[in-house]
């Protein structure tokens, strides 16, 4: 058993600028994106320039933190924001959520796409690569801050967090669980496969697919939302529910992708 020590959730403090750990875990999750889509962006076969990726980057930041937010309210606190409207602009007091983020960044690359006159499958296929690391800042916050923590177990790497909530009975550390498949691991198998030309749709799709199968599963370590539990059958929770839809999507596209592929190699 592990006793974590509690931690400031404020990194740095300059006057009545406070900078919170969490918000710093943004700024290193966005510049990881940067510095590699920059170097994406110059291979000789991008489907984007540099000036193009700095352009959607922008615009995938803003759906990013609109759809986080605003699915977060609708996902796992609609009860509460009904009843207190403004905290639903209060970002600096946390409460995002991976799938309202990534319906945001959809948009976000829709509407880039359809400005620039570019596939949103190879946008997507271009910038899905640059989220593990994102995802592995993000769960690392998470972990600092004590919050989104695991079931009780009796692992000997069990972990009792500072938190009124936790109590004192050791847990999983679940955000670890998930900055290692969503972060490291996905991060890996992300930039292994899209090192090389591939079909149209297959990166997106094989991201889909495999941080939805990782969100599943460890959702079976972590706590189900203390406000809203299990939402079906006793045993799912929202981010299993929501995980669903990302793994058939991610299976439809991969299988798509090869499919058309096939086809157009197929054309004399």
């Not at 946008?123 to 916050?141: K, M, S, Y």
């Amino acid at each position: 058993m592990i006793i974590i020590p509690e931690i400031n959730p404020v990194a740095l403090s300059i006057g009545p600028l406070a900078i919170r750990w969490y918000g710093l875990m943004y700024i290193v999750g966005f510049a990881a994106a940067m510095i590699l889509g920059q170097r994406r962006a110059l291979r000789q076969r991008s489907s984007i320039n540099p000036d193009q990726f700095r352009d959607l980057i922008f615009y995938a930041l803003v759906g990013l933190i609109a759809g986080a937010r605003i699915g977060y309210v609708l996902f796992y606190s609609r009860g509460y924001s009904l009843d207190h409207p403004l905290e639903i602009f209060a970002i600096w007091n946390g409460g995002m959520s991976f799938h309202g983020g990534l319906i945001g960044v959809l948009c976000a690359v829709l509407l880039f796409s359809w400005r620039r006159g570019l596939h949103p499958l190879d946008l997507g296929d271009f910038l899905v690569p640059l989220a593990p690391p994102g995802l592995f800042a993000g769960r690392i916050g998470n972990f600092i801050n004590a919050e989104l923590w695991g079931r009780p177990s009796d692992v000997p790497w069990a972990m009792v967090f500072p938190t009124y909530e936790a109590g004192v009975i050791p847990r999983h550390p679940s955000q670890l669980y998930e900055a290692l498949l969503e972060g490291v691991v996905l991060f890996l198998v992300l930039w292994a496969f899209s090192a090389r030309p591939k079909p149209r749709g297959s990166v997106t799709g094989l991201f889909l697919l495999l941080y939805g199968l990782f969100r599943f599963m460890v959702e079976f370590f972590r706590q189900p939302d203390l406000q809203i539990g299990f939402v079906a059958m006793d045993w799912l929770t929202m981010g299993q529910v929501l995980s669903l839809p990302m793994i058939i999507i991610g299976v439809w596209l991969l299988v798509r992708s090869y499919r058309v592929s096939n086809l157009r190699q197929a054309v004399p």
